[in-house]
């Protein structure tokens, strides 16, 4: 692929800022060009088999719409290991509440910022747009050592991971050794991960009548939280937009102010802290005064509240900028009912703010020994209503658990059960299930990556198992004799408008995943079977 396949102006000009090996950055900027919605990814789909018909790879989709690509080994190589690079082709997308931006149709714009590449009000998509980027650079690069290589590029890993779970099996991948480039601190390289499972709780709700003349229509958001990642980031303390503004709406009713929900949405995936969440709500004529003090008073409690953990993250050592939480409180169509909506009543909405409240959300165990690290994480991620169900209507909230353990992910199941009985609630049986991946600290995987990095910079990487999913370990269900690490160049605050790149560690990243390839050359296949 020359630059000229890339179809706009601004991807010409931005990729001569970038350092070398540019084709690294051609190819993520074709991928910021693209769409990526999960689930919706024919263009980048179709875009991936171009490449790989061009450069001469083998080129396979499997049943699930997974791109396979091989590059026969370089010349005296044919008897190595087998590798697999692994990536996935779709992204995480949420916009700040004031950008206009469809994702399904429009490119992500790029915007370089000193040694950093972000997009503007958007996600960027490097998680994981570089490492297709990185696969597909490496398969065109001729010059390179390395034995039979493939290139996996799933599908639909920031929603169901059903790319890995549903993967076709043998021969579709050959490989005995899985590069995953899917993490996102350079000079690291994770061996393990947490699964994770996906459940909803529905609220009943029940429908009123109301004299519109002596109701006010109010929409109450809550925007611009930092938000984050509901793996590697809930434990920061960060604000959760949805239970904010809980907190704000019980506080009124705390004042003896009665609300009626007309509506309420707020998050934007599952995997992504909630930024932002709003309500329409009903409130008596004469307490819409009282209400909007009501509001604006709690407001300043919670801005103290979250002084320190609501800061947007700075890089290169500069100093944290505080981002107070926003909040507006505004009358909505000349404050008028005109009845054209359902109302629920000041009970229901009691009751959903109260689950709102309490669902579970943030750290809920740490690893024995290891203070600082994750063990069993939950994020409250969605919230909406009215959500119908037959002929009655329900308040959704959406929920998403994390742990290293099974039996762990079991006990939060049945704490969630027990919260939706004593709310008088329903809840789901947990869906999108993914298991953890357990590290294997003797993989030849592990020991080629680190003496790469330790030969390329001097000293080993930093070797961790990470809160967050991966594919590896339903890859390895698959295929359970792969050998498999996971590494990348730095991303910071991915699933969230503020994600950004540091460029330098691109070609770091690179070099180092280049130097690994040919270290695994030197591996004879026949030595991971005897």
Not at 223 to 231: R, S
Not at 441 to 459: D, P, R, W
Not at 464 to 472: I, K, M, R
Request: aromatic share 6%; glycine share 6%; charged share 20%.
């Amino acid at each position: 692929m020359s630059a000229a396949m890339l179809t706009r102006p601004i991807s010409h000009k931005i990729l001569t800022q970038f350092p070398e090996p540019r084709s690294v950055f051609k190819y993520f900027l074709m991928c910021m060009e693209t769409p990526r919605v999960s689930h919706k990814l024919d263009q980048i789909r179709n875009k991936i088999l171009t490449v790989g018909k061009t450069i001469g790879c083998d080129c396979a989709v499997d049943t699930v719409g997974n791109v396979r690509l091989r590059k026969p080994a370089s010349a005296g190589y044919e008897n190595a290991v087998k590798v697999a690079m692994q990536c996935h082709i779709d992204m995480v997308c949420s916009k700040k509440a004031d950008k206009v931006h469809n994702f399904e149709t429009d490119p992500i714009e790029p915007i370089i910022e000193g040694d950093w590449l972000r997009a503007d009000g958007t996600t960027l998509g490097a998680d994981n747009g570089i490492g297709v980027a990185a696969a597909l650079a490496i398969l065109e690069d001729k010059s390179l050592i390395h034995g039979p290589l493939e290139a996996v590029f799933t599908v639909d890993e920031e929603t169901t991971m059903g790319g890995a779970e549903f993967m076709d099996k043998a021969p579709f991948l050959q490989s005995s050794v899985l590069l995953n480039i899917d993490t996102e601190v350079d000079g690291q390289v994770c061996v393990g991960c947490a699964g994770g499972f996906e459940k909803h709780i529905f609220v009943p709700l029940q429908p009123d009548i109301v004299k519109c003349e002596e109701q006010i229509v109010y929409e109450v958001a809550v925007f611009g939280l930092v938000g984050g990642h509901t793996g590697t980031d809930i434990d920061k303390g960060r604000a959760n937009a949805l239970q904010i503004l809980a907190r704000v709406l019980s506080h009124a009713i705390h004042r003896s102010i009665p609300l009626r929900f007309v509506s309420l949405s707020g998050g934007n995936a599952p995997n992504a802290i909630p930024r932002d969440a709003k309500a329409t709500v009903l409130v008596p004529a004469d307490k819409n005064g009282v209400f909007e003090a009501a509001c604006h008073e709690y407001l300043q409690h919670l801005r103290e509240e979250y002084a320190v953990a609501e800061q947007k993250p700075q890089e290169d050592g500069k100093k944290a900028e505080p981002q107070p939480i926003g909040l507006t409180v505004q009358a909505t169509n000349k404050g008028q009912f005109d009845g054209s909506h359902v109302v629920f009543t000041t009970d229901s909405t009691t009751k959903m703010v109260d689950s709102m409240l309490n669902v579970l959300h943030g750290p809920l165990r740490m690893i024995p020994g290891m203070a600082n690290e994750v063990d069993t994480s939950i994020s409250f991620s969605l919230s909406e209503l009215p959500v119908k169900n037959n002929e009655t209507y329900e308040g959704l909230l959406h929920v998403f658990c994390r742990s290293s353990s099974d039996y762990q992910m079991e006990q939060v199941e049945r704490k969630l059960d027990s919260f939706a009985r004593l709310s008088n609630a329903r809840s789901s049986k947990r869906f999108n299930y993914f298991p953890g991946w357990t590290p294997n600290l003797n993989s030849i995987a592990l020991k080629e990556t680190v003496a790469a990095h330790k030969e390329l910079f001097g000293h080993d990487p930093h070797v961790y198992s990470v809160h967050a999913g991966l594919e590896c370990g339903l890859l390895m269900g698959h295929y359970p004799k792969l050998h498999c690490v996971s590494f990348g160049p730095t991303i910071l605050d991915a699933h969230s408008p503020d994600e950004r790149a540091r460029i330098p560690s691109v070609p770091t990243f690179y070099k180092w995943l280049t130097c690994t390839l040919e270290k695994l050359a030197q591996v004879p296949e026949s030595s991971l079977h005897q």
